[in-house]
């Protein structure tokens, strides 16, 4: 099974540069392009949230008609710039977003591995909270199915990452609780994130998580104590993790023309 994830894509009102600099609906597009190029083509795109950036009806009806040319199942998942009405009625044949009650997380079943959204959202606040509810939601459903190889994806990384000003919006609430939970359930593959517009790697309780880089801008890798909140326009990408029995590999694939393919020596493929 081949997983694309995109994550922090920020739309904005009728494609409005982000910041005054980025543009966001274009960057998405090449990134659903490329998505739909690739040989083989990924089985699904899940999006790890901050699909939009002020949660208006308007930037989802963007956000739709961009991710409109995918040809495979796509599920979304709200970020710190979601609104969670909003988006579930601008995405209303999603009816997974539905699962949740106030909250959107949600369990899908009909792939090899199954997929666990976790909605960190703390409405009008940029950090992000897990409460008792959202945590026993998880716990209930990953001890339903002990055995069976399973993804959780949630916004915001439950660790901090060096990276000061966003460590101050992470995870504020919860993580350890969550960290409890998934060091009971080795099923678990990996944890996917979103949020810090970095692809940072890490093994937390006992499981793999992996923050994706976002196919626009990328927050500027700053590890001072004091260092500004700032992005840099490097390379914008997408994660691509492939499953299999044996498990869980991830890759990085950047957005773009590049040079090559080409053969090593003399039409050899070995390196």
Same mark, same amino acid.
């Given at each position: 099974m081949l997983i694309a994830q995109i994550t922090d894509t920020h739309i904005t009102r009728e494609r409005k540069p982000a910041y005054n600099r980025v543009d966001t609906a274009a960057f998405l597009e090449r990134a659903v392009a490329h998505v739909n190029a690739m040989e083989p083509r990924p089985d699904i795109v899940v999006m790890t949230g901050d699909l939009v950036d002020e949660g208006s009806a @308007? =930037?989802?009806? +963007?956000?739709? !008609? +961009? *991710? %409109?040319? *995918?040809?495979? $199942?796509?599920? *979304?998942? $709200? @970020?710190?710039? !979601? =609104?969670? @009405?909003?988006?579930?009625? @601008?995405? $209303? !044949?999603?009816?997974? *977003? %539905?699962?949740g009650g106030d909250w959107i997380q949600y369990a899908i079943e009909e792939h090899p591995l199954r997929l666990l959204a976790l909605d960190t959202v703390t409405p009008g606040r940029s950090h992000g909270e897990l409460c008792a509810g959202r945590l026993g939601w998880l716990a209930d459903r990953l001890a339903e199915q002990p055995e069976r190889p399973t993804l959780v994806m949630l916004h915001h990384p439950p660790f901090p990452t060096g990276i000061a000003h966003m460590d101050r919006i992470g995870l504020l609430q919860g993580a350890e609780a969550l960290g409890k939970v998934l060091s009971q359930h080795g099923q678990v593959q990996r944890v996917l994130c979103g949020h810090l517009h970095r692809p940072i790697q890490a093994v937390w309780h006992g499981t793999p998580v992996s923050v994706a880089p976002s196919p626009a801008h990328q927050v500027a890798m700053d590890l001072r104590p004091g260092g500004p909140s700032a992005f840099v326009m490097e390379p914008p990408a997408i994660h691509l993790h492939s499953w299999t029995p044996a498990g869980l590999v991830t890759h990085q694939s950047y957005i773009g023309d590049f040079d090559g393919p080409y053969l090593f020596r003399d039409g050899s493929p070995a390196a």
């Open positions: @308007g =930037e989802y009806a +963007i956000l739709r !008609d +961009i *991710l %409109a040319p *995918l040809s495979m $199942p796509v599920y *979304l998942m $709200p @970020g710190n710039h !979601d =609104e969670r @009405g909003t988006l579930r009625a @601008g995405f $209303p !044949d999603h009816a997974y *977003l %539905a699962q």
